[in-house]
């Protein structure tokens, strides 16, 4: 009986860390409570800024112990999140907040309430296979529940707790205050001063409603989206403030159901050609593809919309923000679309079918960092761009602001709209020779997002074979496939440029043979050079073997006797040029004949090493003195002194030419601005 009383007490009693996992809040416990004097216990206080720590945390010790197959309840909607929640806003193990979509009942939860044909509430329920020792023992460290004034913050940011495959697929990106804010001021500026009265908003993809908040006149708002727990998350903020009306929110599957469904007073509105003029769509609607790396996701695939317009805008129904997009087109003309998104719309030439259908007036927008929205990984901009559905003009390109993170504009940035054959990679296409193969070049889509999957390589992967992203590099086209690598990786990528499209040149470059031996050397001494000796025969080796005291004979001299003019073309593998025979040497600009002067040095130094191989490539001399991890990813630095300032020196070199060769890719249009 003793035995069976100290237990239960223990059990549910008693605070417990694990010195592995838990190192940081037992320190955090054994400061706040081995005070002299003190005599009471402070447990760790739970606020708007720890909540999502301490979610992840319950993740690995409570969420297994919950009578729940988690797979079967993602699938229908239900998501760990919820019963965090019911966790978290709890008092005595029993849930302060009724409208939550999952309530804590002391030892079970209650989720799934609805009201039955008789009147009667019935529910679903679920308790713990453990006799709720886990749940127990995790919730005695912290302080629940949070201070009330937190309360809605944190159920308003429901969508930091839903996993990141969902949040994609359902549109759960939480849009921050600021871009709130300032959409809404771009908003003003298209439509007047009065626009809230004057128009009617509708979100049909709201999330939790964070979108809406500033918006005054709550008798002109709508508010949709596809979960029923992100419609009870808004109910309840509407009962702490929020500025809309319960009737006016509701569950709605943008993607599938029909406006039948829709609340009468919207139906009004949507049905009316003169009222739809007055209709604003205000959305940051969801960023999936329907395949990821050739992955479907049924989410996205498996819509009405997508069956009901992939033939009409082709590859862009992959994406669930074009989805909202076509279906907001066809089925809302003349309405107004004002919506954060990825700008791939506007600019890839995959999408040129999409503006084709697409035709609208845009009036004014601005792009601001992706990685300032919570949910969104990545280093590309994202858009809030406004839109007159009644005028049909096709995009060819948009100008906005750039706002900074403090929302300060910096400048103006123009997107160009690409058709298909008007990129870089139709271009490359003329110089395709499979003659006198001497490596591969591995190539993607044509923009600045895609730059780390264009390489050199004499070992291509079999599924980039198969899927046809690489082609030869050839005794024939050495030139040209220099200047592919050097205009890819010559420019810095940075956010703002990251959806912007490497075109179809004009014919400029042909006769400026500077800027052609210009990017010979700035490819032989480029990281994405990655030709291995370990790999095949290396003909890319810039000296001979005099020249950097090299102590056997090289396998292949093809570069050498190509950079000094000992090189016969032969065949003709460009149509607008023909048969040749080279006799000179190629003739170097200052900043490329340094380029190969520091180059020369490093390439000296390794032949210095008692363990060198004489084939060597220059990535084969990186990997020799910085070595790899235990990943088998190169690392970054080397102990090697000398080679930490002969790598450098020639970095530095590097940046210096790559300056010289960017004014002639934006003069050569490989680029536009």
């Known amino acids: 009986m003793v035995l069976e009383k100290v237990t239960q007490t223990i059990d549910k009693h008693s605070l417990l860390f694990h010195f592995d996992k838990d190192e940081k809040d037992l320190k955090t416990f054994i400061k ?3 005070v002299l004097g003190k005599s009471d216990t402070s447990k760790i206080k739970i606020d708007k800024n720890n909540f999502t720590v301490i979610y992840n945390k319950w993740l690995s010790v409570v969420k297994p112990t919950i009578a729940v197959d988690w797979k079967i309840a993602k699938i229908t909607g239900i998501i760990d999140g919820d019963f965090y929640l019911a966790d978290l806003l709890a008092n005595e193990n029993v849930t302060l907040k009724d409208k939550l979509y999952v309530l804590l009942k002391k030892d079970y939860y209650e989720l799934d309430r609805t009201l039955d044909k008789s009147g009667f509430f019935s529910s679903k329920k679920t308790s713990f296979n453990d006799k709720q020792k886990a749940h127990l023992q995790f919730w005695n460290k912290y302080e629940r529940t949070p201070k009330e004034e937190y309360w809605d913050y944190i159920v308003g940011r429901r969508d930091l707790l839903v996993p990141q495959d969902v949040r994609e697929r359902k549109g759960s990106f939480f849009t921050p205050q600021i871009w709130v804010e300032l959409s809404q001021k771009y908003l003003t500026d298209v439509l007047g001063e009065d626009w809230q009265d004057e128009y009617y908003v509708w979100d049909c993809a709201a999330g939790t409603g964070n979108l809406l908040a500033g918006l005054v006149n709550k008798y002109n708002i709508w508010a949709s989206t596809l979960d029923t727990q992100d419609v009870d998350v808004m109910k309840d903020r509407i009962k702490n403030g929020a500025n809309l009306l319960e009737d006016h929110v509701f569950q709605f599957d943008f993607l599938n159901d029909e406006f039948t469904k829709l609340p009468q007073l919207l139906q009004n509105i949507i049905n009316d050609p003169i009222k739809r003029q007055k209709l604003v769509i205000y959305i940051n609607p969801p960023y999936a593809e329907a395949a990821n790396y050739g992955k479907s996701k049924d989410g996205v695939s498996s819509t009405k919309i997508y069956n009901r317009f992939k033939n009409t805008i082709s590859f862009a129904v992959n994406e669930l923000f074009s989805q909202f997009f076509t279906r907001i087109y066809s089925d809302l003309p003349n309405a107004k679309l004002a919506s954060f998104s990825k700008l791939k719309y506007i600019t890839a030439s995959n999408f040129a079918k999409f503006r084709n259908y697409f035709q609208v007036d845009y009036k004014k927008g601005f792009v ?15 858009g809030f761009l406004i839109f007159d559905l009644e005028n049909k003009k096709e ?13 300060e504009i910096e400048g103006r940035k123009t997107f160009l709209s690409v058709k298909k054959g008007e990129v870089i990679n139709d271009w490359l296409r003329l110089f395709y020779s499979k003659i006198d193969v001497i490596g591969y070049l591995r190539f993607v889509g044509p923009d600045f997002q895609a730059n780390t999957g264009v390489f050199f390589t004499n070992r291509p992967k079999e599924s980039d ?4 992203r690489v082609t030869f590099l050839s005794k024939n086209n050495v030139i040209q496939m220099c200047m592919y690598l050097s205009i890819r990786h010559c420019i810095e990528a940075t956010w703002l440029n990251d959806r912007d499209q490497f075109l179809y040149p004009n014919d400029g470059w042909r006769s400026d043979t500077e800027f052609q031996n210009d990017c010979l050397a700035f490819t032989m001494f480029h990281g994405q050079n990655r030709i291995s000796s370990k790999d095949g025969k290396n003909h890319w080796i810039p000296f001979t073997e005099t020249e950097v005291n090299a102590k056997k004979k090289f396998e292949s001299n093809f570069m050498s006797n190509f950079i000094q003019g000992n090189f016969k073309q032969e065949s003709s593998y460009d149509l607008f040029a023909p048969e040749e025979t080279r006799t000179t040497p190629l003739l170097f600009s200052d900043e490329a004949t340094a380029v190969f002067n520091a180059g020369k040095k490093l390439w000296t130094y390794y032949h210095e090493q008692a363990d060198c191989n004489v084939n060597a490539s220059l990535y084969d001399i990186r990997e020799h003195f910085q070595g790899r991890n235990e990943k088998g990813k190169m690392n970054n630095k080397s102990n090697d002194n000398v080679y930490s300032e002969l790598i450098a020196d020639l970095r530095n070199k590097m940046r210096v030419l790559a300056k010289k060769i960017e004014p002639k890719v934006y003069e050569y249009e490989f680029l536009k601005t």
């Open 32 to 34: 706040n409570n081995f």
């Open 368 to 382: 601001c960092h992706a990685n300032t929205f919570d949910n969104v990984k990545g280093n590309f901009p994202i």
């Open 395 to 407: 995009i060819s390109k948009i100008e906005c602001d750039i706002l900074n993170n403090e929302g």
């Open 465 to 468: 074979l198969k899927e046809s």
